[in-house]
């Protein structure tokens, strides 16, 4: 069983707001990633990090920003939310080579 | 550079039928493989895996083949059950990236 979290699992905020999701890990693994999943389902990589004080961005360009400070945690934040930002974000983390294991996600809606 | 094609959704079946969702995929190497599952609500759970050509992955009573051949990794299950309705993404990896497939739906009724 994996143990990964995030919080908060829904989010409704006002446009302009300055927000942090929160991802955490307690099974020691190196890398870490964020990915935004539209409402089609599809999965699309924002940011990623092979460990402390690594972070890269990725497929999709994101305005959102993210700090690896400890092995175990992975915020991510928007300076300021904008509705185009609405959509459900999944964190993951991965021993190098192996399969991911996903967060239970955050739904973020920005009115 | 990688890509992975799924079938478009949703798949509609009743419960005890045979599903099959095709998968297939564009990489150079020999990437691993891999079936993830989200149920509503939910984030992605791992389902099976394969890491090299002709490896069987199952979970469940789900299996698929890493077909090099025809670079395919169809997922298939004998009888499928209502709480078997979830979306599924197929995945290959490289290099420790996930390389997703749009997603599947599928929906079982009693």
């Known amino acids: 069983e994996a143990d990964i979290y995030q919080t908060p699992r829904y989010l409704v905020i006002g446009t302009g707001k300055k927000i942090t999701l929160e991802c955490s890990q307690t099974?020691?693994?190196?890398?870490m990633y964020w990915y935004q999943q539209d409402p089609g389902m599809e999965l699309h990589l924002i940011h990623y990090s092979y460990g402390v004080n690594s972070t890269e961005k990725g497929d999709l360009s994101s305005e959102s920003t993210v700090s690896r400070i400890r092995t175990e945690h992975f915020p991510l934040t928007l300076e300021s939310a904008r509705p185009s930002h609405t959509s459900q974000y999944l964190c993951?983390?991965?021993?190098?080579?192996?399969?991911?294991?996903f967060g239970p996600g955050t739904r973020l809606t920005v009115t | 550079g990688d890509s992975v094609t799924q079938m478009e959704g949703p798949v509609t079946l009743s419960e005890e039928a045979f599903l099959t969702i095709n998968c297939t995929y564009t990489a150079t190497g020999y990437p691993s493989l891999f079936w993830y599952v989200q149920y509503p609500g939910e984030g992605l759970q791992l389902l099976l895996k394969a890491t090299k050509a002709d490896d069987k992955g199952s979970n469940k009573g789900f299996e698929a083949t890493y077909r090099k051949e025809t670079t395919s990794f169809h997922l298939e299950k004998g009888s499928v059950q209502v709480s078997d309705s979830a979306v599924y993404f197929c995945?290959?990896?490289?290099?420790?990236?996930?390389?997703f497939g749009k997603g599947t739906m599928l929906l079982v009724s009693p």
């Open positions: 099974m020691g693994h190196d890398k």
């Open positions: 995945a290959l990896m490289r290099y420790s990236t996930l390389t």
């Open positions: 993951a983390s991965s021993v190098v080579g192996d399969e991911q294991y």
